[in-house]
């Protein structure tokens, strides 16, 4: 019988199903997604600051499948101070950043405060990102 006060985790070879605290039911397919019960959550997966000493982020830790999480559905490339966005795609239903570049360069000596985000779209198809 499932605890519905701590919830519980059954694994399978293609997935999990979980009984979540108070008894709800969460089933995720084997790349950790809930493709039809759980909420999507903005988060910045990567950061880094790049200038003209460093000025290639390597993008190829965040490349194949199982990378985005939560059911996120597009990603984006900006630069945090100036709210400039240097890249964007979608998000495929294994987790992979579809499009994602293997590296970002900048031609910049200043500071760039860079951020690997993963969205998601409201009813509307209108993308949601993190704050």
Request: hydrophobic share 30%; charged share 15%; aromatic share 10%.
């Amino acid at each position: 019988m499932p605890d519905l006060n701590n919830g519980t985790v059954t694994l399978f070879a293609k997935g999990r199903i979980g009984v979540l605290k108070g008894g709800a039911i969460a089933v995720n397919n084997k790349y950790g997604r809930c493709p039809n019960c759980c909420p999507c959550k903005p988060y910045i997966l990567a950061h880094a600051i790049t200038n003209s000493q460093n000025p290639v982020w390597d993008l190829t830790p965040y490349q194949g499948k199982g990378i985005a999480t939560m059911n996120n559905t597009v990603w984006r490339l900006k630069e945090r101070g100036a709210g400039l966005i240097y890249g964007n795609g979608n998000v495929s239903r294994d987790g992979e950043l579809l499009g994602l570049p293997n590296s970002f360069r900048t031609s910049y000596s200043y500071d760039g405060f860079m951020e690997l985000q993963l969205g998601c779209t409201d009813k509307n198809g209108n993308p949601l990102w993190p704050s």
